[in-house]
């Protein structure tokens, strides 16, 4: 009799998985369209991924429109990396998730049951860019932290115009060129 329910409650769950997953259109060809108005300099927190800087530094980042770049600046306003709108291979916003500082204080604690906070997890919002260095022939990913979900999907939406990206869902990246053909 177990056996009947489970294969019965299993066949329902497969089935009602095939019928309620929809797939998204590929948005081919569309031109990009920045959403609200940015201001020059964002507020970011570098989390790492250029090369020859390891450590996460607060600052701000800024569109330098007239080199065609993204740039970082650090606390002390002093310019640390830019990223040319050329070399971006896709920009979009990224989520991970953590185990929170609680949860990690509390697990650590004698007690029955203490082990459970460590199960407490958040997210953690990142801009996400990725990018080819052409001089090196490196690509590396190159994360930020922007507090704001409004301002980092807004900033997500401007680099990929900037750079002249496809949209791909919230998400931009650049096609690979096609392979040209003989006759």
Same mark, same amino acid.
């Given at each position: 009799?177990?056996?009947?329910?489970?294969?019965?409650?299993?066949?329902?769950?497969?089935?009602?998985?095939?019928?309620?997953?929809?797939?998204?259109?590929?948005?081919?060809?569309?031109?990009?369209?920045?959403?609200?108005?940015?201001?020059?300099?964002?507020?970011?927190?570098?989390?790492?991924?250029? $090369? !020859?800087? *390891? #450590? /996460? %530094?607060?600052?701000? &980042?800024?569109? @330098?429109?007239?080199?065609?770049?993204?740039?970082? $600046? !650090?606390? *002390? #306003? /002093? %310019?640390?990396?830019? &990223?040319?709108? @050329?070399?971006?291979?896709?920009?979009?916003?990224?989520?991970?998730?953590?185990?929170?500082?609680?949860?990690?204080?509390?697990?650590?604690?004698?007690?029955?049951?203490?082990?459970?906070?460590?199960?407490?997890?958040?997210?953690?919002?990142?801009?996400?860019?990725?990018?080819?260095?052409?001089?090196?022939?490196?690509?590396?990913?190159?994360?930020?932290?922007?507090?704001?979900?409004?301002?980092?999907?807004?900033?997500?939406?401007?680099?990929?115009?900037?750079?002249?990206?496809?949209?791909?869902?919230?998400?931009?990246?650049?096609?690979?060129?096609?392979?040209?053909?003989?006759?």
């Amino acid at each position: 009799m177990k056996k009947v329910l489970f294969s019965l409650a299993f066949g329902l769950f497969a089935c009602a998985s095939i019928v309620s997953a929809q797939p998204r259109q590929v948005e081919k060809g569309q031109t990009i369209v920045g959403k609200g108005d940015i201001p020059a300099t964002v507020a970011a927190k570098y989390e790492g991924g250029m $090369f !020859g800087f *390891d #450590k /996460k %530094e607060e600052g701000s &980042i800024k569109f @330098d429109d007239v080199n065609e770049r993204l740039v970082f $600046f !650090g606390k *002390d #306003k /002093k %310019e640390q990396f830019a &990223i040319p709108y @050329d070399s971006m291979m896709m920009v979009y916003t990224g989520t991970k998730s953590v185990r929170s500082g609680a949860g990690t204080a509390v697990s650590v604690i004698p007690l029955p049951g203490a082990g459970l906070a460590g199960l407490i997890r958040e997210k953690r919002h990142y801009l996400t860019i990725q990018f080819s260095d052409r001089d090196v022939e490196a690509s590396g990913v190159a994360n930020f932290k922007i507090q704001n979900d409004q301002m980092r999907e807004s900033v997500v939406h401007a680099l990929g115009a900037k750079a002249q990206l496809t949209q791909r869902g919230d998400a931009y990246y650049r096609p690979r060129p096609k392979p040209k053909t003989e006759l």
